[in-house]
């Protein structure tokens, strides 16, 4: 079972799937029950790569290897370092939740709902421990599928455009993103005279700088255009505002997280030269900094709850590409942190507004004021989620933000002045957001009686509060799973940089190094960062 632990952890929901498939369409109850009893047991399930995960050993861990389509070089082959540890967590944690929120909230076609979301979860997990090309595309597509009829069937009034339009830019880039996966498959076969999909196997190819700009650039249209990045963000506010409340949370805490991720383990080291290349770096920090402030400026302007929290989302997710490529330990790590900590801040926001929408089936915000009176725990529980996504210090969206801007402020002080400036708009939207809705006199008579939390509601919160104040209040663990897959990724793409941090250090001691003090020193230049957001 432990030489499988991954696999296990990555089909758990697809078995449950299979099962709810022989339950009968009218047992809605056990329907709902057994889908969540599949999903917490998906949770369960990932909690020991958590404990048997080596925070020393360097590389993938875990690994299971299988030939899968010999012909044309395609492998089963998973594992995880600690950047795909965090976000499996994630994934698992988010998702139950996720399922557990839907439980009042879906009352047609219950069998098909609960099925899309596990077969989603199996997806999601899959693209975070591939680690081959040809396993990653598959279940990178088998994402968009649920997704697609989560919010054409369950969702708003514009439910059909904003499936289509979710679809149609996500596949559009998945196509883009495939050539460039295929310039790489037969440039290996043109070098080596075999044919694979492995990711340690692609990294071995030799590409002139004019090449590898034009992989860059495949990939970078399939993963901005799932962040969101700016100007591609178009289709995430109709997504949002159209999707059932679990949809809007799974989007925005995992699946705008698979580009992030596809630029750190993919976009980096497989084409180093031209992720370093100065134009694109420049390009891709200004397209950061412009969807940083100007999804905050949006955010301010919105009259509907949950097209604001979307906006944010552009934003915050601003911040995690400005510290993928400043290049440095601490904007990688801290952009890791972060996509963690929006998935948990944001999240929260949407089950909040989820909540809210239950009771009275309007996400206006001018028909809120003093909900605060009527609702106390909900006022609380708001407050918490307001201010972890505003970055407030002893919770968790400060300590991503504030290494985010330590990174970025050592590639470029411009980048990091600018960066500041959405986190002050940050601030401001989510402030005023509450101030409108939780405090002040009740202006509407229809929110005088509107109940509390109820207990299910409360439950679904408290692991995420739990969570945001602890990454706040003691971030180490966090950093020291990150700590080799990140020296790892920086020594690819940056070899000088910790040459360069070691004779630094050299210099002020006026005596050469031995090989065991450069090597001491090489793993304090990347840990500085964790001390640092203690």
Known sequence: MDQHLLSIVVFTPLAGFVILLLIPGSQKGLIKLWANLTAFAGFLVSLPLVTRFDRQAGGFQMVERADWIPTLGAKYLIGIDGISLLLVMLTTVIGFLAILSSWNAI??????????????QTAMIGVFVSLDFFLFYVFWELVL??????????????KLYAAIKFFLYTLAGSVLMLLGILTLYFRYHTQFGTYTFEIADLMKIDMPLGMQQWVFWAFFLGFAIKVPMFPFHTWLPDAHVEAPTAGSVILASVLLKMGTYGFIRFSLPLVPKASVDIKIVQILAVLSIIGIIYGALVSLMQQDWKKLVAYSSVSHLGFCTLGIFALNPNGIAG??????NHGISTGMLFLIIGVVYERRHTRE?????????????????????????????????FVGEFTILQGAFERSWVWAAFAVMGVILGAAYLLWLYQRTMLGQITNARNLHLPDLTPREFAVFVPLIIWAIWIGVYPKPYFEILEKPVQQLVERIRPDYYQGAVKAQAGVRGRPLSSSQADGDRARAITVHAGAAQ
């Not at 009352?107 to 989603?120: G, P, Q």
């Not at 952009?335 to 963690?340: G, M, P």
């Open 145 to 158: 599928v649920p997704m697609y009829f989560i919010i054409g069937v369950w969702g708003g009034p514009r």
């Open 107 to 120: 009352e047609d076609r219950v069998k098909e709902y609960y099925a899309m979301f596990l077969i989603m």
């Open 335 to 340: 952009s890791v942190i972060q996509q963690i």
């Open 365 to 397: 915000i001018a028909e809120y004021g003093g909900l605060a009176h009527v609702m106390p725990k909900y006022a609380v529980v708001f407050a918490i989620a307001m201010l972890s996504s505003a970055g407030l210090p002893l919770l968790n969206g």
